[in-house]
């Protein structure tokens, strides 16, 4: 899907980034918690301000460089299954499409490593994005989908510990598929992607 006015939109910002995961140190490094790990690893790279406490969560606001697009980089302090809450008033406020939205969230259907970039499509299961729809009012957002794997059952336990525990992987493994996952974020609000 091609989005819509590839050029700077005409509101405060021109893309609302959105992390996905759940605050607390109990749950960093989670694999639930990818997506913050990619927002503020965009926050970073585009040299943004400390982010500050808003719309329930921390946020924070500037260009991805010189002449660049404008972004909110957004990380809901709500828990994962109430990240809508937070993500709706961010939308509201900064009065965008929904196509302008990005949510980068962790995906077990996907292998761990593997990337997918896309607007709409089907929820997985997956609370966050429910509560982000609820809120949205549709499931046609942006998506980065950030596989980290699934264990070889679908016993709801076992799955739970599985994206609320430890990766299993080395933290070389966890840090590339962080900056895998924050390059393909950046390609598509820099344009340079198609959804």
Known sequence: MRLPGRGPFRGPVDWLVVGLGNPGAKYAGSPHNIGFEVANRLAARWELPRAKTKFAG???????GPGGPRVAVLLPMTYMNEAGRSVGVARG???LPLER?????????????????????????HNGLKSVKAQLGSPEFARVRVGVGRPDTTDPEIV??????????????????????????????LGEREL
Do not use: C, M, N, W
């Open 93 to 95: 406020a900064y009065k």
């Open 101 to 125: 939205v990005l949510v980068v969230h962790d995906e077990i259907d996907l292998p761990f490593g593997d990337i997918r970039a896309r607007v709409g499509g089907g929820l997985a299961g």
């Open 160 to 189: 739970s510990a599985h994206v609320l525990g430890a990766f299993r992987q080395s933290k070389a493994e966890v840090a590339a598929l962080v900056e895998d996952a924050a390059r393909i974020a950046e390609q598509i609000v």
């Open 58 to 64: 921390k946020l924070t606001e500037g260009r991805t």
